[in-house]
């Protein structure tokens, strides 16, 4: 066998065989580093009109108040009419306006996030693993609009340069993390597995794996279960051929030796 012939077999060999083992699923142990996250990108629908629009509950709180003040009989006695028409027309439309209201909703946090919830479009979910301990462990996820950690709510922060991001803390060796994050519409332009990355202090850089997203060249091998098979059908055969193609010089040197140990054999008086 030529060197180049030998050379060639063997590369094919070797990324057969790397393929084979991506495609079984234990590849994203491959010179992993320390600190990884393995995420999933789903498209979170809803339904029409769905959320809380402030504007429709101002106007009903003040149409309710101006009724109020008209069918109570308590105020209607004690207070000027005078004063209540003003009460009427200029305080509760000031006091209950728009920007007031929401205001007031964004303070309350069940209400906040029902403000937020029309704006959902994306969910990214997973876990953030360390094999090592690490410091302000943190994770970039741009449109991040609401996330938790364990099941627990906690704040998405904004970065100097405007990207938002979710801080883990600090992270023990071996400690394990379950994370969700709620993306508004601005992530949909996004390629998100180039734009979230996870780190941690002293420069410290994670791995960011993405299942989910869409547009990738082999992304239909994912959905596509005749197609993962076709592709692994392939490999296999590429990794026999090239191993085939590297034995068969060596049993025909085999061979060969045996047939002249014969033919010795023969003509020895």
């Known amino acids: ?13 070797l990324t057969a065989g790397l393929g084979l083992v991506i495609m079984s699923g234990h590849g994203r142990d491959l010179m992993s580093p320390a600190l990884q996250a393995e995420l999933q990108v789903q498209d979170f629908p809803l339904p029409p009109d769905m959320g ?3 504007n429709r509950v101002a106007e009903f709180m003040v149409g309710e108040l101006q009724d109020r003040m008209e069918t109570d009989i308590a105020i209607r006695l004690t207070m000027n009419a005078n004063v209540a028409d003003q009460i009427r027309t200029v305080v509760l439309p000031r006091l209950m306006n728009v920007v007031a209201v929401q205001a007031m909703m964004r303070e309350v946090p069940e209400l906040s996030e029902l403000l937020d919830l029309g704006s959902f479009r994306r969910t990214v979910s997973g876990t953030v693993q360390s094999r090592e301990a690490a410091e302000d462990v943190a994770l970039t996820v741009p449109g991040a609009l609401l ?5 627990t709510r906690v704040p998405v922060t904004t970065t100097s340069t405007g990207m938002t991001a979710l801080e883990l803390g600090s992270m023990t060796a071996g400690e ?15 390629d998100l597995g180039r734009a979230i990355q996870l780190g941690a202090a002293e ?26 098979w076709l592709v692994g ?3 296999a055969a590429a990794f026999l051929f090239g191993l085939a193609g590297a034995m068969l010089p060596f049993l025909g040197r085999r061979n060969g030796r045996h047939e002249d140990g014969e033919v010795r054999a023969a003509h020895r008086p």
Request: charged letters at 20%; zero cysteines.
């Open 52 to 54: 809380v629009d402030p």
């Open 147 to 151: 996330a938790t950690i364990d099941g």
């Open 203 to 228: 420069g410290q850089r994670g791995r960011v794996l993405l299942w989910g997203e869409i547009g990738w060249f082999g992304a239909d091998v994912e959905a596509l279960r005749w197609g993962r």
């Open 1 to 13: 066998m030529r060197i180049w012939q030998g050379i060639l077999t063997l590369t094919l060999i």
């Open 233 to 235: 059908g392939v490999l």
């Open 176 to 190: 394990s993390r379950q994370i969700v994050l709620w993306l508004s519409e601005s992530a949909g332009s996004i």
